[in-house]
């Protein structure tokens, strides 16, 4: 097949981009009105894109270009959409959930270059999964919950078998969608981010939150300040303030760090900021005022950035604040130039640079022509963040056909691959992965499967790691989950499933 992975069409949400002849200013104009207007909260009804596949770039002072890459990506990746029908009937359906447009652009576009080039790899050198080709479809969702639901309903009965899975990147699309796709029997991956308590399989059996949740996130940033002060006990007294994005996203964190506060005796002052994040001078006067001993931030896009840059209006040091992962990689510390010198952030496990899947990468999809990101962003943070969730789905999808047979797979089905899904060291070097992960292991009462983390920091050029590895204490978080899963539970009127019979 000429294509990379079969991809039909690439949903938008904001009209479409032609793939033959110039841009006009006015249509220019609408786009960039359109994304201001993102920029300010607007929700708008998501629209079917009819070009077969649409990357939307982000300098809007420069559509021509924006255009050039467009056209390309069509080439890349629409080739194989006039396929015969029974080739189709071969074909693994996964959707992808992005956003390439909007105030959370500069963050979800490495992403969603990573997950795109790691299921073109699958394809280029593989020939998909065990003889089953990838048939990728990507919908635009800004980052909006009801943008993310439109797509979910959009796809999830598309390809021969319906979607596999959902990767949402969104917290608060992630909560939209959890009854929905327990009835629609569809599992939906939240690679460090979405439900903490979906830990619980045996009540969340189609949430998998991999890799961490925000209460392991929190609790392993408090491992690291407690170990910058001289222990848990210097922590007493210590004043820790919470800068959060006010959503779904940022106020998960809350109860664990409220359980921490609580057990270490530091006080803890939670500072919401409104989406998208760009005025936070009421915040950081607050902070310079309270005078925190460290800062947590649960920022994303622009947001990061800001606070940066705020911190360093008031004089707040950098090497005080500590990031979440979604607040630790290239494009939140870039904006603040000098500034972010000093800045720290959790790793979710991986960090910058390449590893031997990287090589494959490049001569399998970028020496082809193919790959979707400029070719010095592959190996940065987010990229690589994507490269990781990609080839989890691909792992849990193969695991899944030793079971139901070398073919298209259902989302129940895949369910049980996810579940099920062991990668040691060995398979993680056979994958071509190691150094960029430790060993998971899924299981129906552990759907996070790996709860470990370090703590990198920005020193003006790059990332440096500074801390060994740290394991979130499940004496802390695990209460939590039983507790608020049970909770769920009983308003949903659900019976949690026995986990000594699961297999």
Same mark, same amino acid.
């Given at each position: 097949?000429?294509?990379?992975?079969?991809?039909?069409?690439?949903?938008?949400?904001?009209?479409?981009?032609?793939?033959?002849?110039?841009?006009?200013?006015?249509?220019?104009?609408?786009?960039?009105?359109?994304?201001?207007?993102?920029?300010?909260?607007?929700?708008?009804?998501?629209?079917?894109?009819?070009?077969?596949?649409?990357?939307?770039?982000?300098?809007?002072?420069?559509?021509?270009?924006?255009?050039?890459?467009?056209?390309?990506?069509?080439?890349?990746?629409?080739?194989?959409?006039?396929?015969?029908?029974?080739?189709?009937?071969?074909?693994?359906?996964?959707?992808?959930?992005?956003?390439?447009?909007?105030?959370?652009?500069?963050?979800?576009?490495?992403?969603?270059?990573?997950?795109?080039?790691?299921?073109?790899?699958?394809?280029?050198?593989?020939?998909?999964?065990?003889?089953?080709?990838?048939?990728?479809?990507?919908?635009?969702?800004?980052?909006?919950?009801?943008?993310?639901?439109?797509?979910?309903?959009?796809?999830?009965?598309?390809?021969?078998?319906?979607?596999?899975?959902?990767?949402?990147?969104?917290?608060?699309?992630?909560?939209?969608?959890?009854?929905?796709?327990?009835? =629609? %029997?569809?599992?939906?991956?939240?690679?460090?981010?979405?439900?903490?308590?979906?830990?619980?399989?045996?009540?969340?059996?189609?949430?998998?939150?991999?890799?961490?949740?925000? +209460?392991?996130?929190?609790?392993?940033?408090?491992?690291?300040?407690?170990?910058?002060?001289?222990?848990?006990?210097?922590?007493?007294?210590?004043?820790?303030?919470?800068?959060?994005?006010?959503?779904?996203?940022?106020?998960?964190?809350?109860?664990?760090?409220?359980?921490?506060?609580? %057990?270490?005796?530091?006080?803890?002052?939670?500072?919401?900021?409104?989406?998208?994040?760009?005025?936070?001078?009421?915040?950081?006067?607050?902070?310079?005022?309270?005078?925190?001993?460290?800062?947590?931030?649960?920022?994303?896009?622009?947001?990061?950035?800001?606070?940066?840059?705020?911190?360093?209006?008031?004089?707040?040091?950098?090497?005080?604040?500590?990031?979440?992962? +979604?607040?630790?990689?290239?494009?939140?510390?870039?904006?603040?130039?000098?500034?972010?010198?000093?800045? %720290?952030?959790?790793?979710?496990?991986?960090?910058?640079?390449?590893?031997?899947?990287?090589? =494959?990468?490049?001569?399998?999809?970028?020496?082809?022509?193919?790959?979707?990101?400029?070719?010095?962003?592959?190996?940065?943070?987010?990229?690589?963040?994507?490269?990781?969730?990609?080839?989890?789905?691909?792992?849990?999808?193969?695991?899944?056909?030793?079971?139901?047979?070398?073919?298209?797979?259902?989302?129940?089905?895949?369910?049980?691959?996810?579940?099920?899904?062991?990668?040691?060291?060995?398979?993680?070097?056979?994958?071509?992965?190691?150094?960029?992960?430790?060993?998971?292991?899924?299981?129906?009462?552990?759907?996070?499967?790996?709860?470990?983390?370090?703590?990198?920091? +920005?020193?003006?050029?790059?990332?440096?790691?500074?801390?060994?590895?740290?394991?979130?204490?499940?004496?802390?978080?695990?209460?939590?989950?039983? =507790?608020?899963?049970?909770?769920?539970?009983?308003?949903?009127?659900?019976?949690?499933?026995?986990?000594?019979?699961?297999?």
């Amino acid at each position: 097949m000429p294509g990379s992975y079969r991809l039909a069409r690439r949903s938008s949400d904001f009209g479409r981009f032609p793939t033959e002849g110039a841009v006009n200013a006015k249509e220019a104009g609408d786009r960039n009105a359109e994304r201001r207007s993102l920029a300010e909260g607007a929700r708008k009804p998501a629209k079917q894109n009819k070009t077969r596949y649409r990357k939307t770039g982000l300098n809007e002072e420069d559509v021509d270009m924006v255009r050039n890459k467009l056209i390309l990506a069509a080439a890349i990746l629409s080739g194989a959409a006039l396929a015969a029908p029974a080739a189709a009937q071969n074909e693994q359906f996964i959707p992808i959930l992005s956003y390439r447009t909007g105030a959370y652009a500069v963050n979800g576009v490495p992403y969603a270059n990573g997950v795109a080039d790691y299921y073109n790899l699958i394809n280029e050198r593989d020939g998909g999964i065990n003889g089953v080709k990838l048939l990728v479809e990507e919908c635009e969702t800004a980052y909006a919950t009801d943008k993310g639901v439109e797509c979910y309903e959009r796809l999830k009965g598309k390809g021969p078998t319906g979607a596999a899975f959902f990767n949402p990147l969104s917290t608060g699309i992630t909560f939209a969608l959890t009854e929905k796709t327990t009835t =629609d %029997k569809i599992p939906i991956i939240t690679m460090g981010y979405g439900r903490a308590d979906s830990k619980n399989g045996a009540v969340f059996a189609y949430n998998f939150p991999l890799l961490g949740t925000y +209460w392991s996130a929190a609790d392993i940033a408090i491992q690291h300040i407690a170990k910058e002060v001289g222990g848990f006990d210097k922590l007493k007294g210590k004043k820790i303030s919470f800068v959060y994005h006010d959503s779904p996203y940022g106020k998960e964190s809350i109860p664990a760090l409220q359980v921490l506060a609580q %057990k270490h005796g530091f006080e803890f002052t939670p500072i919401p900021v409104t989406h998208p994040g760009v005025e936070q001078k009421s915040q950081w006067l607050a902070i310079r005022q309270n005078r925190p001993d460290y800062v947590l931030l649960w920022g994303w896009g622009v947001m990061n950035g800001t606070a940066i840059k705020e911190a360093a209006a008031v004089a707040y040091p950098r090497d005080r604040m500590i990031g979440v992962w +979604w607040s630790g990689a290239e494009p939140d510390v870039t904006p603040a130039g000098d500034q972010a010198a000093g800045y %720290k952030a959790l790793m979710l496990q991986h960090g910058a640079g390449k590893f031997p899947v990287h090589a =494959d990468v490049e001569k399998y999809v970028y020496a082809k022509g193919k790959g979707l990101s400029e070719p010095g962003k592959v190996g940065e943070i987010l990229y690589n963040r994507g490269l990781v969730n990609a080839m989890l789905g691909v792992e849990a999808i193969r695991k899944a056909q030793e079971k139901f047979g070398k073919k298209p797979l259902t989302g129940e089905q895949v369910r049980w691959g996810l579940e099920n899904l062991n990668l040691s060291e060995a398979r993680l070097k056979e994958l071509g992965f190691e150094g960029m992960l430790k060993p998971i292991k899924i299981s129906c009462s552990d759907h996070e499967g790996a709860r470990v983390g370090r703590v990198q920091q +920005w020193d003006g050029k790059g990332w440096k790691v500074i801390s060994d590895w740290y394991t979130a204490n499940q004496s802390i978080t695990e209460p939590l989950v039983d =507790d608020v899963s049970a909770k769920y539970a009983a308003e949903k009127k659900i019976q949690p499933r026995d986990c000594s019979k699961e297999s």
